[in-house]
């Protein structure tokens, strides 16, 4: 299972991006998958997952501000980051995990939110 991350930049603090990870060459189904990010000397933290039913988990530093999405047909997801804060910069790592065959993770992609 591959999985690529794409969108990271740089943006302005109250700006907007929009990851998007595509996992590929999956035999199994895939039970849930999100995102994680790693900030530069800090633990990396869930950012946000979405369930094959839909239903959604949020970090609560992120509630309100990100919107996470997926077309299942596609086993790719989404990451829309609006009023992006400098405490947001960080490596964002999208995973992806399937009951039968473990947790995969993407390279990860870095966004900097600096004005």
């Known amino acids: 299972v591959q999985l690529q991350a794409s969108g990271g930049g740089l943006v302005q603090p109250g700006g907007s991006l929009r990851l998007s990870c595509l996992a590929s060459?999956?035999?199994?189904?895939?039970?849930?998958m999100g995102w994680y990010r790693q900030a530069p000397g800090k633990q990396r933290e869930l950012v946000a997952r979405?369930?094959?039913?839909?239903?959604?988990v949020y970090a609560d530093s992120v509630k309100g501000r990100f919107t996470i999405s997926s077309d299942n047909a596609k086993n790719t997801v989404y990451l829309q980051m609006n009023s992006l804060k400098p405490e947001d910069t960080a490596v964002y790592y999208c995973?992806?995990?399937?009951?039968?065959?473990?947790?995969?993770w993407g390279q990860g992609t870095l966004v900097t939110v600096s004005s």
């Open positions: 995973y992806a995990s399937m009951p039968a065959d473990g947790t995969h």
């Open positions: 060459g999956s035999r199994f189904r895939i039970n849930h």
């Open positions: 979405i369930f094959s039913g839909l239903s959604t």
